[in-house]
């Protein structure tokens, strides 16, 4: 064959079908990204406007302290008289400006230490010890003394989160980038002279996205979570703020008498929790195409 | 499809009669296999061959009942093994069958093998499975099996795990396996495909002697006509899941009457070196002096194990020719490539290019020479970053040293037809292509840097028969054409010598022969060398050519 001859007469192969499920298709075929984005979708919503429609959380009435759930207050009153339905709404703002705060500063620090750490071979023991130290600290130890360092704000207790959360994505996005330095398609981009940012930013960067958004989702469920813990224990976002960890703390005395206290905030953390961890599970599953194929 | 007048042909042990497999909806075509028959006989070997995409695995899957019947579903036909059904068999009857009646050899023996048991008790497993022998029995039958397949030392082995044997060694275990309960048939899916061409030759040497001594029928799947011709009795040509032709070895090597079978074998490329003029010393665009490349430094605390990747290389390319390093795995001549591109830091020794030494220079100084030299890999499949255009990915390099985006597109373009696809292919991402076009792909970024040297490393090798013709086609093609020096690395014999104008054989990290490819053939000067020429499949057989 001269290859001057017809040179149209290579036309790239048709795809098969199976190759051009778009986007929408994928997500369709995995329901548990769909339930999941309707739960946490629902649970933003209740934080965004939710508060607009209900009294003042820390408004107290003494008068109607520890009443049952009723036609007044839907989920009753705590032993201040507060409506804990006014706390728990307003409570989802915090837990889920948590949950997206710290995974999105954790994910986003991750990403770049871990390419720093994967890519350039010297750095890789000095930064990868650091993190074996801050993973061998229990995290909600870390984060009490963090807090009791810089005082309980929402601020603090957010970095109070992140810090224990970053080793763990530097770690998954290090090893991203381990195999994929290793790609043919990356050693012909060193060959053809580009520059290492670029070969970072071009090559590298987009295959850690997957894994990414799905560790970031994971994360979120467990900032929640943490910072709903911190609150139990007294050491977290200051007792006057309504958050889940906080209002369940607060019932904790009451638990017996008046159990709505802590029932309903943990009801709303636990469906909000899970909500992000099927989304997560969900979009693995589409995300990661080991999985995928066998579908 | 002449029907082959057989040459009375033994008992069939395996009768494939009319089978059709389904593959799953929304696949490229309906079928996998479609209405194929064909006859295995006691003591015969049957070579099932055809390009990837063929159907061969297929069929060897569904004999042996391992094929995912969700996805893969036998239609019609039958698979008969000694006149039994095998299509009807439930999972348990087929297990009882596997081994017993029927066995199979994988391609690649690291993996079939279990890595953390002794090899000698994963024959053992076989027979205590089906057997109901005693453990001193199961042991003599054992170190029999093994000492049926040439493993030295039976005893010592016995007691070793996959990773302390070679891959030849490996091989034969799995053989020992398959051979061990005797059955009547055995399948072999490209055993040694993944092997060196040395150990390749003991392992069909093998495969046959036992095939003769134990009466056993063998389904023995390829793609290398070399290995057919080295131990086919009767050959069956597959192509899209339809058989094209079948019949006697010698007359389809030698008189092939199907148009595809004439184009494969024709496509298969001679071991004898063409005539070619003595190339003329041109200007020098690539030398290297004594270059040494070490792994293992040890860390910080013990000193690590040293491995000599490759010592002392001497090598001078000059413009317009190509320089082919051969070698089996292990030889260092893909750690001279990567030296040469600087992908690794060499040891020491010096590379000089365009009259500046770049063995020691950093990244920085390094840059304006890497335009110099060029490479194409042997994946085609991971060559190319699948979330970026073929565009993207050819114009990523001129736009490094500062050529314009509409410039770079406008050479992109160029290139595409001097590689033989369309320019407006370069919008389309990689997995639209198939691995020859993605090759071709691959060489036209490396011209866009207008290199002076190209280097091919095995950019052949994953390639099928017919398409790997037309790539070496285009890479003599496109070495005349912008007077590049081509360093041409591969394990394939038969490749070099077509495309060779010297050869440089390599073993354990050392250039053992360096000379003229006509030379080099016909009077190997080095033991290593004529090993290797002795090895190569098929060397005895004229393959017939197209008329």
Not at chain 1, 262 to 267: H, M, Q, R, T
Not at chain 2, 205 to 222: A, N, S
Not at chain 2, 455 to 480: F, G, M, N
Not at chain 2, 526 to 538: I, R, V
Request: hydrophobic share 45%; net charge negative; proline share 6%.
């Amino acid at each position: 064959m001269s290859v001057d001859a017809n040179p149209q007469a290579m036309e790239p192969e048709s795809v098969p079908a199976k190759a051009e499920l778009s986007q929408w298709q994928i997500i369709r075929s995995h329901p548990s990204i769909i339930i999941g984005g309707i739960l946490l979708g629902i649970m933003i919503l209740i934080g965004v406007i939710g508060p607009l429609f209900t009294v003042d959380p820390i408004a107290l009435n003494p008068i109607k302290r520890l009443k049952p759930p009723q036609a007044e207050f839907f989920f009753g009153t705590d032993f201040l008289g507060r409506d804990v339905f006014a706390r728990v709404v307003h409570g989802a703002r915090i837990s889920l400006v948590v949950g997206l705060a710290v995974s999105a500063i954790a994910v986003g620090i991750g990403l770049i230490i871990g390419m720093i750490s994967g890519y350039i071979r010297v750095l890789d023991a000095i930064i990868m010890r650091i993190m074996d130290g801050l993973m061998s600290i229990p995290a909600i130890l870390l984060a009490i003394a963090l807090i009791s360092l810089s005082g309980a704000t929402l601020a603090t207790v957010v970095i109070a989160i992140v810090v224990p959360e970053v080793p763990r994505v530097v770690r998954l996005v290090r090893s991203v980038v381990l195999t994929v330095r290793e790609e043919p398609y990356v050693e012909a981009a060193i060959a053809a002279g580009t520059t290492l940012p670029l070969i970072l930013y071009r090559h590298i960067l987009p295959n850690t996205i997957a894994p990414m958004i799905v560790q970031a989702t994971y994360i979120c469920g467990s900032a929640m979570l943490t910072e709903s813990i911190l609150g139990f224990l007294g050491a977290g976002i200051p007792p006057e703020i309504p958050s889940w960890g906080n209002i369940m703390a607060e019932g904790r005395t009451y638990f017996q008498i008046s159990p709505w206290i802590i029932f309903y905030p943990g009801i709303a953390l636990a469906v909000t929790v899970l909500s992000v961890n099927i989304l997560g599970d969900g979009m693995r599953d589409t995300l990661d195409p080991r999985i995928a194929r066998k579908m | 499809m002449a029907k082959a007048t057989p040459t009375k042909r033994p008992e069939p042990v395996l009768e494939i009669k009319g089978l059709s497999v389904t593959l799953p909806e929304g696949a490229d075509r309906e079928f996998a296999i479609q209405d194929i028959s064909f006859t295995v006989g006691s003591g015969e070997i049957v070579c099932v061959v055809g390009e990837s995409g063929s159907g061969k695995s297929v069929t060897a899957h569904t004999v042996m009942g391992l094929i995912p019947r969700k996805d893969l579903k036998p239609v019609a036909g039958e698979a008969v093994l000694n006149g039994e059904d095998l299509l009807v068999k439930s999972e348990a009857e087929l297990r009882k069958l596997r081994g017993e009646r029927m066995a199979m050899i994988f391609q690649e023996p690291m993996t079939a093998l279990n890595p953390v048991m002794k090899v000698g008790d994963q024959i053992g497993e076989m027979l205590e499975i089906h057997t109901g022998m005693s453990g001193s029995e199961r042991d003599a039958r054992i170190l029999e099996v093994m000492t049926d397949v040439n493993l030295p030392e039976p005893k010592k082995l016995f007691d070793t795990y996959p990773h302390q044997l070679s891959g030849g060694q490996r091989q034969r275990i799995m053989i020992a396996m398959a051979l061990a309960l005797e059955p009547g048939l055995l399948i072999a899916d490209e055993p040694t495909t993944a092997l060196d061409v040395t150990t390749q030759a003991q392992i069909l040497v093998l495969i046959k002697d036992i095939q003769v001594r134990h009466g056993t029928g063998v389904l023995f799947i390829t793609h290398d006509f070399g290995v057919v011709a080295e131990i086919a009795d009767h050959v069956v040509v597959m192509q899209h899941g339809l058989v094209v032709e079948q019949g006697p070895a010698a007359q389809i090597l030698g008189k092939p009457s199907h148009p595809y079978t004439q184009m494969l074998i024709s496509s298969v490329p001679s071991l004898i070196p063409p005539d070619r003029p003595e190339p003329e010393v041109k200007e020098t665009a690539l030398q290297v002096h004594n270059l040494d490349k070490t792994y293992g430094d040890g860390g910080f605390f013990k000193k690590g194990r040293q491995v000599k990747a490759a010592q002392g290389v001497e090598l001078v390319i000059h413009r317009g020719e190509t320089l082919g390093v051969v070698g089996e795995s292990g030889s260092g001549k893909s750690t001279v490539a990567r030296c040469i591109v600087r992908l690794i830091d060499p040891t020491g020794g010096e590379i000089m290019i365009s009259g500046q030494n770049i063995a020691g220079l950093a990244e920085k100084a390094l840059r304006p020479y890497r335009r110099d030299v060029q490479i194409v890999f042997q994946d085609p499949y991971r060559s190319l970053n699948p979330r970026r255009t073929v565009g993207q990915s050819i114009v990523e390099g001129p736009m490094n040293f500062g050529l314009s985006h509409s410039d770079a597109v406008d050479r992109a373009r160029e290139l595409m037809r001097v590689v033989g696809l369309s320019p407006d292919a370069l919008e389309r991402f990689p997995h639209q292509f198939s691995g020859g076009q993605r090759q071709r792909i691959c060489i036209a970024r490396a011209l866009a840097m207008e290199p002076k040297v190209l280097i091919a490393d095995e950019a052949v090798s994953a390639l099928d028969v017919s398409v790997q013709a037309q790539v070496l086609e285009l890479l003599d093609d496109v070495r005349k054409r912008f007077d590049l020096a081509m360093l041409f690395i591969t394990h394939d014999l038969r490749v070099a010598a077509q495309i060779c104008d010297r050869i440089m054989v390599m073993q354990n990290g050392i250039v053992v022969e360096h000379g003229l490819t006509a030379q080099v053939y016909a009077n190997p000067g080095h033991s290593y060398t004529e090993a290797l020429l002795s090895a190569a499949p098929g060397r005895h057989t004229e393959f017939a050519k197209l008329a």
